[in-house]
């Protein structure tokens, strides 16, 4: 009598879930940690199309639709704080890949393995500093009247002091370079570790026919770790519409003088939910960047597999 192949095929991922068990209750607690984590706020997609009533509850408040959506597009300041957004990011964005690119070469040129794991520290730690205590030393460095800006560089020099945070035009050089300063490192750690497994036989090859450093590093380091870079730059494509809050909030000491060229819709929401406490409103720019961001990573992608597949993030 011959086994139905639905049994047989039953058998068969039976025995793999077996063989794979030890994996399994190991990956567990992940699972667990990114469905508490992950998906589990996802059932607050429901309150950007609610009109939340604490007495109601979630449920038993009105639906209402798109309202909360055209709040964002209500405001004479909505495309302002949409286009800051989007240039922040993607300067952010061009500016960090290129300084962490060439931070990782760098540190793969360094030999001595102390040197090397303490360069490696050196440069990540930002990373691991809250926006908090990033924004007290910003602070530190563009107090008015005692920072170290104002008080050890400009007067020294002869010219007046300035005061930082009432002056909006200079604040968009200023957070491009403590977002480096934060963030660099940790992408930087992230392609040594792919210049690290590139073998040295390509570089020995390239040495016997009279390349230099600049050649290896344009011709052989940086075509093998772009898909790594591909990766990372779709991960960030996927959070442009998203603005880091602590940096924009912390790092301008929420100052109101700064709006007119900080103002992103992280702050802008977060404002605007202090005043009315609208939290169908957060709720809906949450959802509205999360949407954007899952079809321009969609998009980016599949331009990406147009053109080379197996660089592809899927």
């Known amino acids: 009598m011959k086994t139905a192949p639905s049994a047989v095929r039953s058998k068969r991922k039976g025995g793999r879930f077996w063989k794979y068990r030890a994996l399994i209750v190991l990956a567990l607690p992940g699972i667990l940690l990114m ?50 957004t989007l240039l922040y990011n993607i300067s952010f964005l061009l ?17 001595n393995k102390i040197a090397s794991k303490f360069f490696q520290s050196t440069v990540i730690l930002p990373n691991f500093i809250s926006m908090v205590i990033v924004g007290y030393i910003v602070y530190g460095f563009l107090n008015p009247e005692l920072g170290f800006v104002n008080k050890f560089i400009l007067e020294p020099l002869g010219k007046d002091a300035v005061n930082w945070y009432a002056e909006a035009q200079q604040w968009p050089f200023i957070l ?42 344009t011709k052989i380091t940086i075509p093998l770790i772009s898909p790594v870079i591909i990766i990372m730059t779709l991960l960030a494509i996927g959070r442009i519409f998203n603005a880091d809050f602590g940096l924009f909030y912390q790092a301008t000491m929420a100052s109101g003088m700064l709006k007119e060229t900080t103002d992103v819709i992280d702050t802008y929401v977060y404002n605007a939910l202090m005043v009315t406490g609208d939290t169908g409103l957060a709720s809906s720019a949450g959802l509205l960047q999360s949407v ?17 597949k197996e660089n592809a993030l899927f």
């Open 95 to 111: 500016i960090n890949t290129t300084l962490a690119v060439l931070l990782a070469i760098l540190l793969n040129e360094v030999k």
């Open 35 to 84: 469905f508490i984590n992950n998906y589990l706020p996802m059932f607050g997609i429901f309150l950007a199309f609610k009109d939340l009533n604490y007495t109601d509850g979630i449920w038993g408040s009105a639906w209402v639709g798109l309202d909360n959506f055209k709040f964002l597009f209500a405001s004479n300041d909505a495309w302002m704080i949409i286009k800051h």
């Open 176 to 217: 491009t370079i403590v977002n480096a300063w934060k963030n660099v490192g940790y992408s930087a750690v992230v392609y040594l570790a792919a210049i690290v497994g590139i073998d040295s036989e390509y570089y020995e090859a390239a040495v016997i026919d009279g390349a230099g450093r600049w050649k290896q590093m």
């Open 292 to 308: 954007v961001g899952f079809i321009l990573v969609i998009s980016v992608n599949l331009i990406v597999r147009k053109f080379s």
